[in-house]
């Protein structure tokens, strides 16, 4: 299986709502990433989980709050959210990191649209 | 830091006509090239990558790019586009820990 799943695909959700995304992929990599995409952009990292412990935060607002359950697993809960925040969310992972062989395999994101 | 300079935000082209997009980067270590692309709605996928050896790789849908350490460029090429090959084609180089992107090229190839 050489598969990063994300879901839902589409989440619309209001400024006061709590929701979450959710990232899995069976592939035994043991770093996972959160990145943002908005449109006609680049990916923009979030966060970096290696070992199921968090090693890059890229100054991320606390709204945005990572957990990694396990090793396959990687979550992103979302709470009082701005509309800016509207953005294509993508999951990915690598074998590990901190190595500069490091693919990374990519989820087919998460719309988020913020009311 | 490391850094990604991709030379053109948008190219068209017409059916069979030859590519090629330009792709500098900035890292004063040993670093890992990629090509991505991204169709239209859809998922970021790798066309290529270069770790180490041969500079010249070939990815999948007959794409290439040659990697050139002395002008520190990772151009990606190839002979004869196709309708399909529109998209958003994304370098990206990983020095040590984080993968960092080019703003992208967004290739519109005409019938």
């Known amino acids: 299986d050489t598969e990063v799943t994300q879901t839902p695909k589409h989440l619309v959700m209001g400024m006061t709502n709590k929701k979450s995304l959710k990232c899995e992929q069976h592939m035994g990599h043991r770093a996972m990433y959160w990145y943002k995409q908005k449109a006609k952009k680049p990916p923009e990292l979030m966060f970096v989980?290696?070992?199921?412990?968090?090693?890059i935060n890229e100054s991320v607002p606390s709204r945005f709050s990572p957990e990694c359950p396990n090793s396959s697993l990687l979550n992103l809960h979302l709470h009082a959210l701005q509309p800016e925040d509207s953005a294509l969310y993508l999951c990915a992972s690598s074998q590990f990191s901190g190595s500069a062989y490091n693919e990374q395999f990519f989820g087919p994101g998460t719309r988020l649209t913020v009311l | 830091a490391q850094s990604v300079s991709q030379h053109n935000h948008h190219v068209i082209l017409s059916e069979a006509a030859s590519l090629e997009l330009g792709c500098n980067y900035s890292?004063?270590?040993?670093?890992?090239l990629f090509w991505y692309v991204q169709y239209p709605g859809q998922h970021l996928q790798l066309l290529l990558k270069y770790f180490s050896g041969d500079p010249l790789v070939k990815g999948i849908k007959g794409f290439e790019a040659e990697f050139i350490k002395s002008k520190f460029s990772f151009n990606l090429r190839k002979p004869s586009v196709q309708w399909s090959d529109t998209a958003e084609y994304f370098c990206a180089v990983n020095g040590y820990s984080t993968l960092t992107f080019g703003k992208g090229t967004m290739l519109l190839v005409s019938p």
């Open positions: 890292y004063g270590g040993t670093v890992n």
């Open positions: 989980y290696s070992y199921e412990k968090l090693s």
